[in-house]
Each structure stands twice: as C-alpha cells, then as structure tokens.
C-alpha cells in the first residue's frame, strides 16, 4: 500500500462525482491508501490568480500548509483535478524560488496561525501516480474484463503534462502515460491528435463561439479516428466536452456523438467493477451503446446501433513503403 | 638567510615576468612583481628577475638565454600564460642555451590571475605567490630526456564512410600499408546513400564510387568489412590491433558477385541501415550494387536456413559453390603504429520528437528516407512519392532544425541541415513542381557556394517560412485542411501564427554521435565530450589529433560537418600520420608515472583508473607497472596511490609540496609575524 495525502478539490464533490466515485472504487485494487487533507478549501481554479496574485497563492498555500502538517510516513499530495495539481504544484514551485512571495504568502497564512515552508510537500498528479508509482504491470495485473475492440480517446488536457517540473512525463509535448495505461486495460488506443489541446476552460462562461470551437476541434478528432469513447483525468475537461457537446452540436449544425468518462472509471469496468459503484450513468452523451459494443451491459440499457467505421487508417498497399517501427508498437497488437 | 632550496640547496633561479601587453600587464602590476622576486625570493634561490612586454617573442626568448649563459642560471622560471600555449616554447629557448628543458617551470599568472581579476592589488598579490610556488617547485625539478620510440609504418582506419576513405587512400598513396576496418558489409557510409550532394548537386555515387574501387583495388589498403575493432593493445608507433571478422558465410576467394544468391534468396526483410528502413533486402545480400568489396553476406538473424534449419538455397544456386554455413568469426591480430577513427554518426531517432508525428503518421519521413526516396536507385526509384508508395506529393513541408538547437534533445546546430534541407527544396520543385515549404529558425550557409545555392532554391520558388515548428498534426480544422498533414508555426517574420497544410513532411533530423561512441573512445583511449563527439586536442589548433598519442580524428566521430570539411579532416589526419611515419621514431614527453615496487601493496586501485589503459598488473609480484610509453603523465594514479608508491616526473611530491609551500608564502609571513587583534 502507498500512501498518499488526498486534496479531492471542490470538482469532485460535486460536479465530477463520478471521478471521485470511481477513485474510491478502485483505490484498494491498485494498492492506493489515501487520507485527506483536513479542513481543506478552493484552489482558486483557473481565474483567481487573474484577480489577485499575493491572495491566490496564499488560498493554494493554505492546502500546502495544512497538507505539511499532516506529513506523516508520506509527503506526497495528490490530487485527481488538473487545475487543482497545477494549483498546488504551482505555488509550491513559486514559493520556492520567490522567497517574497513565499514571505508574503506566510503572512497571510499566519492570521490563520499556519505556516508552509515550500518543498515540504510534493505534489503530483493521480495518472502519474498510477502510472510512475503504482506502475502499469500492478493495474494490468487486476485487469479481469479486457475492454477489447473499444476504441478510446486518451484525453490529456493542457494543464498536468507542462510544465513538467519535476520532469515526470515521457514526454511533455506528446504524452504517452495515459496510452500506455489504457491499452493495459485491453482496449485499443488511437493516436489522438489533439490530446494535450485546450477543452476551452471557462470559455463557455465567458465567450461561447470561442469555447464551442475549441470543444469542437477536440470531438471532430476524436470522431475523425473512430473513437467509441474518450477517456480525461480532468473535471473541467470533462465537464466541457460532455455537457456542451449537444451545444456545440446545434452551433455548427454537426451530430458528434463521443462519451466522454473519466480513466478511472474505464480502469474501474476493466476490473470488473458495477457501473454504479464507478458512478457512470450521469453522462449528458451516453456511454452505454458503445459499451455494450464489446459486451458491457450497463442497467437500463437501450441498445443502440452506432455507426463506427471499421477502415485503419493506415492501410499498407503492396506498393506501400514500410513505416518506421515504434517503441511499444509490439503492445498494441497482442 | 642562506640559499638553500630543492636537491642540492645551491641553484641560481631566473624570473622572467611576462606583460603579454596589456592582457597581464593590465591588471597585475608586473614590473613591481619582478623587482619583489629579484629581492623578496634571493634566498630561495632567484639571482635575476625581469619583466618584459612579451616574453614569447624571439626577444624575450634571447633575454633568458642570454641569462642563461652568463649568469650561469640553473633553472628558469617563466610567468606567463598557461603551459598548454608556451610551455614547449619556453622550454626549447633553455634548451638552446644549453639548459635542460625540464628546469624550466611555466606558471600562469594570465589564466589564473590577470583574466579572471579585476582587483588589480589583489591580483598582484596572487601573482607573487603563484611565482614563489614555480620558484619552490623548479628546484625540485630534474633533468629529463625524452623517449625514443619507433613508429611502425602500417596505419589502422576506422571506418570506411568518405572521411576514413579519404583517410586510408592518401596513407595508401604515400606508399604505406593501411588496414580500414569497417562494420557494415561495404564501405562507402552515409555518403553511399544520399542522391545529390550540396552545393553543386552532383550525383554523390558518381562522386564516391571511384574512390570506393580505389581503396578495393589498392595494393596498400587491406580492407576488412563485416568487422569491427575488439580490443587495442599497446601505445603510439606500436599498437597491436584485434579486429573481429563476422562470418560472411561466403567464401570471398570463390564468389563472382553475380548476385544469384540475393536474386534467390526467398527471404525479404526490412534494411533498415543502408535502405534507411524504407526498403527491402534479402537475407543473403550486399547493401548496393556498387558495393565495395562485391561479395554478399549472409544476415544470420533473417536467414531462414540459420533460423529454421532449412533452405539453403543460395548453396544450392551459387554457380561457384562460394556459400560456407560453417564459416565462424575470425579474430586478426594487426601492428601498426597510427590509429585514425572516422566512426561517423548515426541521425537522431525522430520518434523522439513527438510532436512531429514521425512513426505515427505515415507521410512524416526523415532526411534519410527523403534520400532514399530521391535516389535513382532506392526503393522507389528516384520517385518522390507518399509512404502509399504511388501518390505524389502535391505540398512538402521540410522541417530544419529537427531535434538540433534545442535544449530538449541536443543544444549543438548540426551543421548540414540547412544545406540539406534546401537540396531537398531544390529536388522536390525539379522532380515534383510540387509546392515546397521549408521552416527554419536560422538559414546557415556559411561555406563556399553555399549562399548563392539558398538564393537558386529561392529562385526555385521554394517558400521559407522563419519559425520553429510547433506541431504536426492531422487534426483538420480548417476548410482544405481534411486529409492532410497539417504544420502548425509561428511565422515570427509575418509575426502570427500559421496552419500548412501539406501532403509530406520531411524531418531535417540533426546529427548525433555513434550510439556506442563512448565505448568504442574507451576502447582506443580517448574521450568524448558531454555530448558524446570525440574530444579534439585542441579545437582550432590540433582538430585531428586526439590527447592520446598516436590515435586521431576525422570526419563526424568528432563532429557534425558536410562532406568537404570531412573529406578535408580525413586528409589531415592522414597527414599528420605520415609525418609521424616519416620520422621513424617519435619523442615522447618524459613526463611518467612510475610505480616503486617496494612500497606497491598491490592493491589494484590504479588499474581501473588509467584513462590510457597504461597500468599493468603482474599477478606473479603482486605489483602493478606502468608502460611508459603508453603514459601520458595525467596524474590520476599519483594522486590515487594509497600507499604513495607512484610517483610522476614533474610532478612529484616533492614537487608539489614545494611548489604548496611556495604558493602559501604570505600564510607563512603571517604566522612568522602574526598581524595585531583588532581590539
């Protein structure tokens, strides 16, 4: 068992439920303890900084100091929300190399008697966690309902691969951690273009066109690739490209139909998990017709005929010339 | 006080403090640095010391000749610049005055005190302890003479790319023996794979081929492919050279090169050296017609009779019965005195680079699949075609700077992709009319005729776009975008940001050293930089000797550069080594290492440390020995040596604790006379 100290963020208690439902599932099976950081607040998300730089830092600083605290066996923060990881691997990293703002900072906390010391704690993401701690074999290895056949979309978002400060990616500009973790479930991963683009944020609260366009783009290369699902590791991401996808449908006169869910939740159906203990069933674009296509049946199931092309897109003539041959490429086709 | 310093108590020390203009002279108050060693250090032994306006010149060589000779000076100590520029001038001008050169003592007050500050008080100070440290040491310093060690005339090549055939005909020429050893079936390396070459465009087989018959055909040159070096013994003038020959599985006495066999042969797989992995070849092959020598070899990890047990077809059709499965691999034990390593490079793996795509999307190629692709006598013929193998292309999007200037893969330029990437411009407007992009950051076309060939691709009507490359992608958003490689880039001259669309992406991928580089230093003695290129002696004055005697550089193992530069390298090198051979014997600098073997506990912590693999261990005494030959006097074992059983000449203990002792003169003065406590 890892241990590790858990900032769930404002995300997954409400919005993004089904993240944190599917997190918990999962946690034992993977060999995950988690103990919550007390008492702790708003990260600010992506607009407060924009407001206030001194009072942003020191509401991210609060949960850095109240996370110290609890240090105990383990120093490592973890936190399934991207903006929430960027949030607190952010200040930390800022504190460190500013020591006014650090000063500052500590001014703030201390009305509420608290102090952080920057690099006390270590903050990082749940992917990376899963995949750099707890390791593909150990998730392979609970694998009891390959997902063969299903085509997923690896979605990572703009804001946990860079910047990469701890130089925890493979590769910040095209990662691969997610991939490979997903194709350690048994389901097939295409080569998403677009996976470390912008969901649009808060966009669609603020200019829509603009917010519509980036969900589109997203969607339209999911779609252009035959995917049955996407798979995010980000409640913002999520909530965008599910809730918005009829909107944004009816902007462009188009008829994207794409799932979107969480990795957990995908990882949770791999191991045999019931879709309510991993909280699927809330989606806005549902899910279930592309499950049931390789065999899981969520309840109240109204199959559906979907239209998913079977072309690959890189079929070899005999006149063809040979790719070049890909680390890992071997994995892909077991 | 009386004189009494080093050995004998009774030496007479010249000082000869150098201005070097204003570069010393500037910040260290010479002349006051002069009068203080003619009077503060007379008891340690110095008679005369003088400054002057540039020690180095044949004037101020004169000066301490002259001394020499008429003071009766005994040793000479020169404060200058660092040894590695003067040393050897110095020491000659005692020589010449009849004084040994090994009691002359260079210090740097140059590199170790007047450029590095700017406190001229300070510096001057430092400056006088830096003197007083050469004046200690140089007492302890004894006459040596140099090692005489003869050169044997026959010459190892490393290599058969252009540099080390360049490198072996000209040895060759000069009438001495030349072994090249090269890994890869032919000689001819990355040069045999390329279609045109910069800035003239002419054919680079038409260019290469003729040499590549010469070094076949040449009575001097034994030439040994399908080998590789395994281990090298010995020191300069005598090296004894292991070379591993694979087995062929040919006999070489029998086979015509009729080709048969390959025709044959019913395996097929993927080259992915010569063909650059955008071709085919055979189990049984040779990797181009025009290879050098002519006969195949049998790749026995495809070879369907090595793996299966069963085939043997090319035996059964080689009309002169030259196919041997029994063959092994032979190990040759060779002399020779020079070694010249032209061990090339390899091209950066583009899957690095994510995002560009390359490995992911088909239409993504490298510069060297591009060559393959433009030459007449690749996979497709000269065609410039889609990896479908058929379609051509319409767009072309070139890449420079791949993986090159960029601190995530490798900081260093390497050097051709410029002029690479514009022959490819060039090539795809004359064979295709398609529509060329090229990006770069920076147009580098510094050598002769390089320029005027940027202004014909100009001309060609290639479009350069100045940005570096964010994304490759196929990710259509825009209206004409479906189906196509799209190259997202700032346009940093138009100042915005762009969206390509393009049919075929070529990767200008940068240079990288040979994977093994660093083994295959360690194996001759010499050393790579951080990025993984073979150290030079010195980079502007020595660029093809290496810091071990004997062994030197050409080509791209030092560095990345176009085929004249390396062309230019090889001859250089092969220069330098026929001086050396003409001289029948070669002097070396006595400054060694050797070991007492009455204090050596055997212990073994010297063996491993010898960056010139100069220590042998006699297990019979339990001691360890050290070849003087092969000693380059760099002190790691001296300083190692548990029980101080190693000593250096030059640089002795004694030596060192004098010239320490020197060095600390006003610690010393103060403790003598402790400064007053501040209340």
Not at chain 1, 17 to 25: E, G
Not at chain 2, 124 to 150: C, D, M, N, Q, Y
Request: glycine share 8%; hydrophobic share 40%; charged share 20%.
């Amino acid at each position: 068992m890892n241990k590790y100290l858990f900032y769930p963020g404002c995300s997954l208690q409400r919005t993004a439920r089904p993240y944190l439902d599917s997190l918990l599932a999962i946690r034992d099976m993977i060999g995950m303890e988690l103990e919550e950081i007390e008492d702790w607040n708003c990260c600010g998300a992506t607009e407060y900084v924009a407001v206030h730089h001194v009072a942003a830092y020191a509401l991210v600083g609060r949960n850095l100091a109240l996370a110290a605290r609890q240090v105990n066996g383990t120093h490592t923060v973890m936190a399934a929300c991207s903006a929430c990881y960027l949030n607190l691997a952010k200040t930390d990293s800022y504190m460190r190399q500013d020591t006014h703002l650090a000063q500052q900072v500590n001014t703030a906390l201390d009305a509420g008697g608290l102090h952080y010391t920057p690099g006390t704690v270590k903050v990082r993401h749940l992917l990376d966690i899963i995949v750099n701690d707890l390791g593909i074999e150990a998730v392979r290895a609970k694998v009891t309902r390959p997902l063969k056949g299903l085509r997923v979309a690896p979605y990572y978002g703009c804001m946990i691969a860079r910047p990469d400060r701890d130089n925890r990616w493979d590769n910040v500009e095209h990662p691969l951690a997610l991939d490979r973790l997903v194709k350690a479930l048994g389901a097939e991963v295409i080569d998403f273009p677009m996976k470390t683009h912008c969901c649009g944020g808060h966009m669609t609260q603020i200019n829509q066109a603009s917010a519509y366009e980036l969900i589109r783009r997203l969607i339209h290369g999911a779609a252009e690739y035959h995917a049955d699902i996407m798979v995010t590791l980000c409640p913002m991401c999520q909530l965008n490209l599910d809730a918005y996808q009829a909107e944004m449908n009816r902007y462009f006169h188009t008829d994207y139909n794409v799932p979107i869910i969480y990795f957990t939740q995908l990882m949770g159906l791999a191991f045999g998990l019931e879709a309510e203990a991993l909280g699927l069933g809330k989606e806005f674009v549902d899910p279930r017709p592309a499950l049931s296509r390789i065999g899981i049946e969520l309840p109240a199931a109204e199959p559906e005929t979907v239209t998913v092309g079977e072309q690959p897109r890189r079929k070899k003539k005999d006149s063809g010339l040979p790719m070049p041959r890909m680390p890992g490429s071997e994995e892909v086709d077991e | 006080m009386t004189q009494h310093n080093g050995h004998t108590g009774q030496e007479r020390i010249g000082v000869y403090v150098c201005h070097c203009g204003s570069n010393i002279a500037g910040t260290i108050d010479v002349e006051a640095v002069a009068l203080w060693a003619a009077e503060h250090l007379n008891h340690r032994g110095v008679v005369i010391a003088r400054d002057y306006k540039f020690m180095c010149s044949s004037l101020g060589q004169e000066l301490i000749e002259k001394d020499i000779k008429e003071l009766g000076l005994t040793r000479v100590v020169v404060a200058a610049c660092s040894p590695h520029l003067h040393e050897q001038t110095f020491r000659v001008a005692c020589h010449r005055a009849g004084l040994n050169p090994y009691l002359c003592e260079l210090v740097s007050i140059r590199e170790q005190a007047s450029w590095v500050h700017t406190d001229k008080k300070a510096a001057t100070e430092k400056a006088k302890a830096i003197i007083s440290g050469g004046v200690e040491r140089v007492a302890w310093h004894a006459p040596l003479e140099p090692l005489h060690v003869p050169i044997h005339p026959a010459t190892l090549v490393v290599g058969g790319g252009i540099a080390g055939i360049q490198a072996a005909l000209e040895i060759a020429d000069a009438g001495f023996p030349v072994y090249l050893v090269e890994r890869e079936p032919s000689i001819g390396g990355h040069m045999a794979q390329f279609d045109k070459t910069f800035p003239t465009m002419d054919c680079a087989a038409c260019i290469l081929t003729p040499r590549m018959v010469s070094v076949g055909t040449h009575p001097n040159i034994t030439l040994l492919t399908w080998s590789e070096v395994s281990d090298v013994q010995g020191y300069v003038g005598n090296f004894t050279v292991t070379i591993r020959k694979k087995a062929r599985y040919i006999k070489e006495d029998l086979c015509t090169g009729c080709g048969i066999c390959q025709e044959k042969c019913p395996k097929k797989v993927i080259d992915e050296v010569f063909e650059a992995g955008l071709g085919y070849r055979k189990a049984v092959y040779t990797p181009f017609p025009q290879a050098v020598p002519k006969y195949p070899v049998i790749d026995r990890e495809n070879c369907t009779y090595f793996q299966k047990g069963t085939c043997r077809a090319c035996e059964k059709l080689c009309p002169t019965e030259a196919i041997d499965f029994g063959q092994t691999d032979e190990l040759l034990t060779v002399q020779v005195g020079n070694i010249i390593l032209a061990t090339g490079f390899d091209i950066l793996d583009a899957r690095r680079i994510g995002q560009y795509g390359y490995g992911r999307l088909a239409n993504v190629f490298t510069s060297l699949e591009f060559e393959r692709l433009s030459n007449a006598a690749g996979p497709t013929n000269g065609q410039i075609v889609l990896r479908d193998g058929v379609t051509h292309p319409q767009t072309v999007g070139i890449i420079h700077c791949a993986g090159s200037r960029d601190r995530n893969f490798n900081n260093y330029c390497s050097a051709i992709c410029c002029m690479q990437s514009l022959k490819f411009a060039h090539l795809v407007r004359e064979r295709t009319g398609a529509t060329v992009y090229n990006f770069y950051i920076d147009i580098r076309t510094t050598a002769k005729a390089y320029d005027e060939f940027y202004q014909r691709v100009l001309d060609d009507g290639a479009i350069l776009i100045r940005g570096r490359v964010a994304e490759v992608t196929d990710a259509a958003r825009l209206p004409g975008e479906e189906g196509k490689l799209i190259i997202q880039v700032e346009d940093t001259l138009a100042g915005k940001q762009r969206r390509i669309p393009v049919d075929m992406v070529v990767l200008s991928v940068g240079l990288e050293p040979r994977h093994d580089a660093k083994e295959v230093a360690h194996r001759f003695g010499i050393s790579c930089s951080s990025d993984g290129w073979i150290i030079e002696k010195h980079p502007k004055l020595d660029p093809v000797a290496t810091m071990t005697e004997g062994v030197f550089v050409a080509g791209c193992a030092q560095g990345p550069k176009d085929i004249p530069s390396t062309v230019a390298q090889g001859a250089a090198a092969a220069a330098r080594v026929l001086a050396r051979i003409q001289q029948k014997e070669i002097a070396l600098e006595p400054v060694r290492a050797s070991v007492d073997e009455n204090k050596c506990s055997g212990c073994r912590i010297c063996n491993g440390l010898c960056p010139f693999n100069a220590i042998i261990f006699h297990e019979d005494r339990m001691v360890t020995e050290i070849n003087p030959a092969l000693c380059q006097g760099c002190g790691t074992c001296v300083a190692a040596c548990p029980a101080g059983a190693i000593s250096g000449t030059v640089f002795s203990n004694e030596q060192v604790l004098a010239q320490i002792e020197g060095l600390l003169l006003d610690v010393a003065r103060r403790a003598i006379a402790p400064e007053p406590a501040p209340v």
